[in-house]
């Protein structure tokens, strides 16, 4: 019995063991549930989290909320930085092509490579990347706009209608590209200036720029308005050839290397280098020549030439070999002989009896690649020429010479700089220009372009001088165009074509503005970032400025705004839109100008130091800042020029 309790006991007890074991095999698989359970979720979030955050950055949420440069009461976050990063890359690398592509001249910023590839140096002389350059530009830029915006806001400026315009048409612009791309408005926008920039920031972005250009723009027509003809006539008093215009003909021959020079030069070496052998050699001689004399005087009293005597004799002659070398190294150094074009223009300068003869000798003394060029007569003809234009581009003497009050008609002269020898002649000497300034805008429809898209070369050999009549019967001759007769017919039909579509459309200055920049061939008068604005447009022309054709029908007295002509030059057919003639002379348009931008300068300055140091920043954003905008210029602009190479 005792064995059956006992057991019953055992199996209680393992009952009881199972039962605690079953427990705590259920406990350990729920506790491992439970925590992948929490992994799971915690990894979950993480993704979400994650997504999100790419989504936000993608979107730039970010580059919109993180502020990185407060100036005055305003805040500009990173996508603000980076827009104005890219207007000042843009301006940049825009005066950087012109610059190269119409002068072949650098400015030492390459728009092809990286900004934070290439050095310059800054103010205080410090080397800088241009990454940096562009950084203290924009943040410069932010100052210059928060102290304009609130003297505009303090006078009330607000935006025109036409500016509002402006504004929607660029924004158009912008909306069509995006279209063509496969892109939202806005998405493209932020392509183009950076993540966080949306069409709504840039439409403020834009209506901020054009308010502070407003103002601006207002502000100097206002100056310009109160400037009196006393301060007109003190200013021209004061410096009357500054404004004071010539007419003159020029003629100039670029100075060539010539390799001849350089082999004279070492003929002159090389006969220096004899001479001082020479001098050497009778030096030695004399040497020799003494001592047998002092010689022969010692064994021969009775000879007549003394030791004393042969020593001198010797000494003369090594002075004279001396005195011929250093002649001869002195000439060998000195300055060069005057250069073939320099010896022409001189021989030509001789010649020149009165203006005729001037243009009758161009042609004769001219290279002969240049032959046809002086046929014609206004070829060397420069008419309204300023003091400035003449100490700039010819020589500053020479303009001291030019507008002299002792200048008088007929005068001549020659001007050699280092690239090339002038003749002038004065036509005119320094005289008021009495005529109106005249503002036009006008479409180029040149023989190069028709002959490109032809594919014909200028000035082919055997090259066929023909007339044909168009079919409105007017008589087209290849003369002077340098192309066959097909390409000076077809440069004139798209000319009427052009015409005619101005003449069916609604014929005001913004329709033919709009033409212009769909038509024109003349660059420097289209594109928003030409120097006239756009629209072919040329303000405050000068007479005498433009090609002969082109500016006597623009200074025809009879000529009334809005009227429009076809003009034939060299370069082509001009289709004319005459927009304005000023209501006072040349010169007083000139000095009015010359005043308004000394104060304009002033008070540019002026405002530069009163905002400078305004920005207040956070260097680490400005750094991220111009890191994502390097970034978008070297994917927009750089690996675009690179697969172009």
């Known amino acids: 019995m005792e064995a059956n309790a006992s057991k019953n006991a055992y199996r209680e007890e393992r009952k009881e063991r199972l039962a605690k074991n079953a427990k ?25 989290l994650a997504m999100t955050c790419g989504i936000l950055w993608a979107y730039g949420v970010p580059q919109s909320v993180l502020k990185v440069e407060k100036v005055g009461d305003r805040s500009y976050s990173v996508a603000d930085f980076n827009y104005y990063y890219m207007t000042v890359f843009q301006t940049n690398a825009n005066e950087s092509y012109q610059m190269q592509s119409s002068y072949g001249i650098s400015l030492g910023f390459d728009y092809t490579k990286s900004p934070d590839a290439q050095t310059t140096t800054d103010e205080d002389g410090n080397t800088i990347t241009y990454a940096e350059k562009f950084r203290t530009e924009t943040i410069k830029k932010l100052e210059e706009m928060n102290y304009y915006l609130n003297l505009a806001k303090e006078e009330g400026v607000e935006l025109s209608e036409e500016t509002k315009e402006e504004i929607e048409k660029e924004i158009d612009t912008y909306a069509e590209q995006a279209s063509n791309n496969g892109y939202s408005t806005s998405r493209y926008i932020s392509v183009m200036f950076g993540k966080g920039v949306t069409l709504k920031k840039f439409r403020s972005y834009l209506e901020e720029q054009h308010l502070v250009e407003q103002y601006l723009n207002d502000k100097s027509e206002n100056l310009s308005k109160s400037i009196t003809n006393e301060q007109i006539d003190a200013e021209y008093e004061k410096s009357p050839t500054e404004y004071q215009q010539v007419n003159v003909r020029l003629f100039g021959l670029e100075i060539k290397s010539d390799d001849s020079e350089a082999e004279e030069t070492e003929t002159e070496a090389a006969e220096v280098e004899e001479t001082a052998a020479a001098a050497e050699a009778a030096e030695t001689a004399a040497e020799e020549t003494t001592e047998a004399a002092v010689e022969e005087t010692a064994e021969a009293a009775a000879e007549e030439t003394t030791a004393e005597e042969a020593g001198t004799e010797a000494e003369a002659a090594t002075q004279a070999e001396e005195t011929t070398a250093a002649e001869a190294e002195a000439e060998a150094s000195a300055d060069k002989a005057p250069s073939p074009e320099e010896l022409k223009v001189r021989e030509m300068l001789g010649r020149i009896t009165d203006e005729q003869s001037f243009v009758e000798l161009a042609k004769e003394y001219c290279n ?117 007769i097909d390409v000076a017919m077809q440069t004139y039909e798209k000319a009427v074509s052009v015409l005619n579509d101005y003449n069916s459309g609604e014929k005001t200055e913004d329709a033919f503005a709009a033409l212009a920049e769909a038509e024109s061939a003349d660059t420097a008068s289209i594109g928003e970032d030409s120097e006239s604005g756009g629209g072919g447009l040329y303000e405050k022309i000068q007479q005498g400025q433009m090609v002969k054709e082109f500016d006597e029908w623009i200074y025809d007295a009879d000529r009334q705004p809005g009227e429009v002509g076809l003009v034939k030059t060299t370069y082509g057919w001009h289709i004319i839109y005459f927009v304005s003639r000023e209501d006072e002379p040349s010169y007083k348009s000139s000095i009015r100008t010359a005043l308004v931008n000394k104060q304009t300068e002033e008070d540019s300055n002026k405002a530069s130091e009163a905002c400078k140091g305004s920005a207040v920043g956070n260097k680490k954003l400005e750094d991220f800042a111009v890191k994502e905008a390097v970034k978008q210029i070297n994917k927009l602009y750089v690996s675009s020029s690179e697969d172009k190479s």
């Not at 406990?27 to 979400?48: E, M, P, R, S």
């Not at 003809?381 to 008609?409: Q, Y």
């Not at 040149?446 to 409105?472: C, H, P, Q, R, V």
Request: glycine share 6%; proline share 1%.
């Open 24 to 48: 705590k095999k259920n406990q350990k698989t729920h506790d491992a549930t439970f925590f992948v359970t929490v992994v799971l979720w915690v990894v979950g979030i993480a993704l979400v």
């Open 368 to 484: 002969e690649e240049d032959k046809a060029t002086f046929e014609e007569e206004t070829s060397t003809l420069v008419k309204g020429v300023t003091k400035s234009a003449v100490s700039s581009n010819i020589d500053a003497d020479f303009a001291e010479w030019l507008f002299s009050a002792d200048r008088k008609s007929g005068d001549k002269d020659v001007v050699v700089t280092d690239s090339t020898a002038y003749v002038v002649y004065v036509v005119d000497p320094a005289y008021r220009n009495e005529t109106p300034l005249v503002t036009v805008r006008h479409i180029l429809i040149s023989y190069d372009k028709i002959a490109g898209d032809l594919g014909e070369t200028k000035d082919a050999e055997g090259l066929k001088i023909e007339t044909k009549k168009a079919d409105d019967g007017t008589e087209i001759t290849n003369e002077g165009t340098g192309y066959s």
